[in-house]
């Protein structure tokens, strides 16, 4: 088999890539290793209404469980902090649903698709990599092509073996424990969001709601911890008298939170989406970035592709870069102060920060609200909180 280009993996950054590059006329294959493409997910499903005219993804309700218009924060003792739109501001999707259509819309682009088809290792050709090595339905294959995207997910092996350095020490990585479970009492047109060092260690516990009593209910915790992510979801529903009896899916995953790969492109491989650590480290949300990391590796594709000049792909690293990476090398340094973050610190900030405090700080426009928290007379009192403070602007 031989192609322009080969994408492992189906999630969110293959398709994209696929799609764009075939809807420019160059021959294109996306492979999977699932059976099934998109399942089993590993995901809670929250994603910004914004994408899908960003990126010109259909908005199909095969794929739109629930429309979503804002969000609820819980402190450690309980205080509140409420962001609500009067539109919808962000839907929580069915990524079995999802990932299976963005693989359709690649293969209606004219790429071909191949599930149940796992990427081993990469051919070299006089030192030069020169496609993969994969396994389809048992049967090895050897995939030739001119440019080869690692699109294969956080434990991606494809841009190690070709060379490009993805390497994170465990505590760069956060563990997630999610149920798809019955759960009753919280307002299902909200994303609810639990904050404290007892709670979950530098993560968060959430609650994403799929229909008026099921819900995606799940945690994120350093990977590092002593515990377990499971330990304390299961200590979170129990304490809040949450009956456990009720579970119809267990996930599992990591997520990247600690940084981002540095060289994207080594030579005629691309790395995108989780598999280059591309990942909004506050809150762990990475589809939209893999998405945007996906469209601009594609523009370079479709354009080194044009001017058959394969030196033209390094752009990618710098346009990411340039782009996305400056933003989320600010939301890194915002999650390194978080996490200093005591109890009661939580306490305080969720109880004087307003709805549109938080609006701003989720769009990233932070520096006019942690100002307005320095002149605040419980953070002027505490030198630690000022000092905290200070090290965001
Ligand atoms: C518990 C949890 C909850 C999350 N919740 C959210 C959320 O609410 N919102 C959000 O935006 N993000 C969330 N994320 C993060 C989000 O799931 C990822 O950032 C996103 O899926 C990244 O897309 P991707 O295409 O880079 O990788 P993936 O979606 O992981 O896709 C990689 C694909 O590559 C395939 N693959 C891997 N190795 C090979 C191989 N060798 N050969 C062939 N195929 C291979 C896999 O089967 C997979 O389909 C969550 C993550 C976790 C773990």
Redesign the pocket.
Known sequence: MKYDVVV???????PIVARNVAKAGYSVLL????PA?GSPK??????SIKVFDKYDIPYDRRYINREIYGARIYSPSGYELELRYNEVSGVILERKVF?KMLAYYAAKAGADVLAR???LDVIRKDGKVAGIKAKHEDEPVEIYADIIVA?????S??ARKAGINTYAPPHEFDS?Y?YEMLIEGFDPDLIHLWFGNEVAPRGYVWV?PKDEDRANV?IGIASDHPQTAKYYLDKWLKENNIPMKKILEV?V???PVGGFVKELVKENVLV????ARQ?NPMH???????MEAGTIASKWIVKALEEENLSLLQNYTAEWWEKDGKRLEGVLRVRRVTEKLTDEDLDLFIQILSGADAEKIAGGDYVEVIKALLTHPKVLMSRRRLSLLKELL
């Open positions: 492992v993996g189906a999630g969110i950054a293959g492979i999977d290793k699932k493409i590993q995901c809670a499903e929250g994603i990932d088809t796992e990427a699109a294969d997910g956080v434990e092996t494809v997630s999610e994403f799940g996930n995953g990591l997520v995108v989406g989780d598999a990942v762990g949300g990475g589809m939209a970035e893999a």
